[in-house]
């Protein structure tokens, strides 16, 4: 059995879920979210618990169980809380500026670079090197993050460049160091 998918999804008193054969809608104070699923899993809502159950030991049925149940409880950390990830720009001259709704980043490059927020996502900009991108749906808040850190990922040998915030970057040995040994 599915550790992860056996494990009770608790549903906050603000938080509403509808699931109809296939679907599932989680309504919040935060928005709404729906999820398409198998409809071989079954999902119950009782007692302000979701749990998800698989009819059988099959592989396929395995592998959905705890993808199933984790789906849903990100829909419901979502309409909730929300999801947030932060980047920060390393280097001289590396900043960031608040455009409307996007943002244009200067990294080096002989022209600025803009973005625009994917639907449902705020770019918020702290300082001149910080970016925090926020939404109620974690795979679209990774995946603009994703976007922007594209662009300049961090130098393997300088450190220079666009990482998440927290994100250790081990620096290689220049050429320098080599003949030295």
Do not use: C, W
């Not at 910080?130 to 450190?159: C, F, L, T």
Request: glycine share 12%; hydrophobic share 35%.
């Amino acid at each position: 059995m599915s550790r992860i998918g056996r494990q009770p999804i608790p549903i906050p008193a603000d938080v509403q879920i509808e699931i109809v054969e296939g679907q599932v809608a989680v309504i919040g104070p935060r928005g709404s979210l729906t999820q398409s699923v198998n409809p071989d899993l079954s999902i119950d809502n009782n007692d302000g618990q979701v749990t998800v159950s698989r009819p059988s030991e099959a592989r396929e049925h395995r592998a959905l169980h705890g993808l199933t149940r984790t789906l849903i409880a990100n829909m419901v950390t979502g309409v909730t809380q929300g999801f947030q990830k932060t980047l920060e720009l390393v280097g001289v001259g590396y900043r960031v500026q608040q455009n409307g709704d996007g943002i244009t980043l200067q990294l080096g490059f002989s022209h600025p670079v803009e973005f625009q927020p994917l639907s449902g996502i705020n770019l918020e900009v702290e300082g001149n090197n910080r970016i925090h991108v926020s939404g109620i749906e974690k795979q679209v808040v990774g995946e603009m993050a994703a976007r922007i850190r594209r662009v300049r990922p961090p130098n393997r040998y300088s450190g220079k460049g666009v990482r998440y915030s927290g994100e250790r970057v081990i620096l290689k040995p220049g050429k320098s160091a080599a003949r030295k040994g």
